[in-house]
């Protein structure tokens, strides 16, 4: 399974901000979203991602408020990404081994959407759920030795 085949069921709602968005205002888009993230763009082209962790971060760094910065100071300003051809092992691999739980895709330099980790997990459960069913059904077809039933 590849990450397009994610993305043509996740739909492609994308949210994004500009680095000088102020974290309050970001904050509030997450929260109004009901989102885990926002990409963070600046003249077209992705520069950072915003997510949860890094909203916690914002909010520990000064004793429980969001303060005045702007995304920019708080962003991952190196955020893994992966494409539309990416397997969905590759893209597990990467987000455990990153500890990611949002994942830009990029064809090229332009942004298509995002997959969480909620989207990859949805994608494997179900492409198993699948899978045994299709194995149940071989299983009961399967031709009795001898002929006898």
């Known amino acids: 399974m590849k990450v397009s085949e994610i993305l043509q069921v996740k739909g492609n709602i994308l949210y994004t901000v500009t680095p000088d968005t102020p974290m309050l205002e970001a904050v509030n888009t997450m ?33 429980g408020a969001v303060g005045p910065e702007s995304v920019r100071k708080h962003m991952d300003d190196h955020p893994i990404t992966v494409t539309p051809e990416t397997e969905i092992n590759e893209v597990r691999r ?25 989207d990859v997990a949805k994608a494997v459960v179900e492409a198993q759920s699948f899978e045994n069913k299709m194995l ?7 031709p009795v030795a001898g002929g006898e039933e």
């Open 31 to 63: 929260a109004e979203k009901d989102i885990g993230s926002l990409v963070v763009m600046e003249f077209g082209e992705l520069v950072g991602m915003l997510s949860f962790r890094e909203v916690m971060t914002t909010i520990h760094e000064n004793r």
């Open 94 to 118: 990467l987000m455990l081994e990153r500890h990611a739980r949002y994942v830009p895709v990029m064809d090229a330099k332009t942004l298509l959407g995002v997959i969480s980790f909620y």
């Open 136 to 142: 149940k059904a071989y299983i009961r077809d399967w």
